[in-house]
């Protein structure tokens, strides 16, 4: 009885091609359906922002080197990663990377929680040249970073672009004073998009990120953005997590 149906079915294009399409729209709502409850899923946490536009542009040329081919941002949890890297990471963490660096290859460490592990001083050596500073390091040297002056021109386009996937940098007043109420004054005011190359100017002269004041380069850029990584959050508040303990 089965199999009469069956090549009922395959002999018959019309109901073939209906039955295909309703088989491939049901796997299509599996997948889709949840992404329209993502906002509930990803829960928000105190701490974490969106990136200042130093550390927008830092992450930019993350990468254009491509260095999340070689180093994951996502901390899985389990006890081993918890004792090496810290806390795993939190969805909240990654919601306003687009797109996300999580990665899938370790050929280097972890890097979500580096942020401060280093100073400014190692991270400008290591990425002149990595085995100045770990003899047995496998990773290329990044020496045109110290001497590329950054091109900080297109840094409100760059962020109106990620405005428009949902990131919160402020183009209007009532943007502006939404960012206040969440983020506070100090941050919305280093998420607003028309004093971005100010804001930018000002973080990299004052951070000093590379050494050097006589130019701001990528190596400013870049470096700012790796020493926030994982910074955001503060887990020392969270202190009856079981994996906190450990770092
Ligand atoms: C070919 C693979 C490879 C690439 C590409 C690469 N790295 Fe690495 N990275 C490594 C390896 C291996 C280590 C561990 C040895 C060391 O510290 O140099 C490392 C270590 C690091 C560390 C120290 C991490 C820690 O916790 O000790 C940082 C920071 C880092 N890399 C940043 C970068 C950045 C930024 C880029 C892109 C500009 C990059 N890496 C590109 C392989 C790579």
Known sequence: M????????????????????LAISIGGLVEIAPLFFIKDTVEKVAGVRPYTP?????RDIYQREGCYLCHSQMIRPFRDEALRYGHYSLAAESQYDHPFQWGSKRTGPDLARVGKKYSNEWHVAHLISPR???????????????RNELNISDISERMEALRKVGVPY??????????VKQF????AEMLSIPDARKNLIAQAESGNYDGDRSKITEMDALVAYLQVLGTMV????????????YR
Not at 2 to 21: A, D, P, Q, S
């Open 132 to 146: 100045s500073m770990v003899p047995e390091s496998v990773m290329p040297n990044f020496p045109w970073l110290e």
């Open 184 to 187: 506070g004054a100090a941050t």
């Open 170 to 179: 402020s183009l209007t007043k009532s943007e502006y004073q939404a960012n």
């Open 54 to 58: 130093l550390e927008l542009r830092g």
């Open 234 to 245: 503060d887990f020392s508040k969270y202190d009856d997590d079981a994996f906190v303990k």
């Open 2 to 21: 089965f199999n009469f149906k069956h090549e009922w079915i395959e002999t018959n294009i019309g109901l073939l091609l209906v039955l295909t399409m």
